[in-house]
């Protein structure tokens, strides 16, 4: 596609349910990075990929957070036993590394809700 | 983390005035950009400052960077109503490979 895109735009869950969010990034872009934003804050690094790699996941609040990326193309990021204070919108952009200054690209994002 | 503050939080000018947002940040950077975002929507980058410029154009923006002081500005001139957005600047630091770091935001409203 022409742009990062996100699934599902919104999602809705229980406290202590477990969610998956998707990205798909620009075709061709091998760096792949996941933010997340509170309401009236700027958006926080999760964890970066470099191919299928984790190059950095040094922003993982703790280990109920979880990002895969297996082909190096399309990432899950997954949320286990999820908490009212998970809820946020969660943002992915893609790059091209060795591109101009690091522009990223980011998608819509997926706006999570734990009730 | 937060790289740092934005100021103001909230600006409200007349269309047609220019906007002045500034940014500060913490630690030494490669590049400083500027991004927008407009409500329930992702980021699009604006412009980008690499940390061996002082200023730089781009259309009716214009950035500048004080590296001494590890702050920037972003100007809007001849604002628009469709500039009114939230506006955040990113940099990645010297040691934090690529990664992004945010301000918390300049929400702009830009009235008719």
């Known amino acids: 596609g022409a742009g990062v895109s996100q699934t599902p735009s919104n999602k809705v869950t229980e406290k202590g349910k477990y969610v998956e969010l998707r990205c798909d990034p620009i075709s061709g872009h091998t760096a792949l990075y996941w933010y997340r934003q509170s309401l009236g804050q700027g958006p926080e690094f999760l964890i970066y990929?470099?191919?299928?790699?984790?190059?950095?996941d040094s922003g993982l609040p703790n280990d109920r957070f979880f990002a895969v990326r297996p082909e190096g193309s399309v990432s899950t990021l997954k949320i286990q036993r999820t908490e009212r204070g998970d809820s946020a919108v969660y943002l992915c952009?893609?790059?091209?590394?060795?591109?101009?200054?690091?522009?990223?690209?980011f998608g819509a994002g997926t706006r999570l809700s734990v009730l | 983390s937060q790289q740092g503050e934005e100021d103001p939080q909230a600006l409200s000018i007349q269309e047609g005035e220019n906007a002045t947002m500034n940014c500060s940040y913490k630690t030494s950077i490669n590049n400083l950009q500027w991004y927008r975002q407009n409500s329930g929507r992702g980021l699009v980058h604006l412009i980008l400052i690499r940390s061996n410029e002082r200023e730089k154009h781009s259309g009716r923006l214009r950035v500048t960077l004080d590296t001494s002081k590890k702050s920037s500005s972003l100007l809007i001139t001849a604002s628009r109503a469709a500039d009114t957005a939230s506006y955040f600047c990113a940099t990645d630091e010297i040691q934090g490979a690529q990664k992004l770091v945010f301000g918390q935001g300049t929400r702009l409203t830009i009235n008719p």
């Open positions: 952009a893609s790059s091209l590394v060795g591109g101009l200054g690091n522009i990223q690209y």
């Open positions: 990929f470099q191919g299928t790699g984790a190059a950095d």
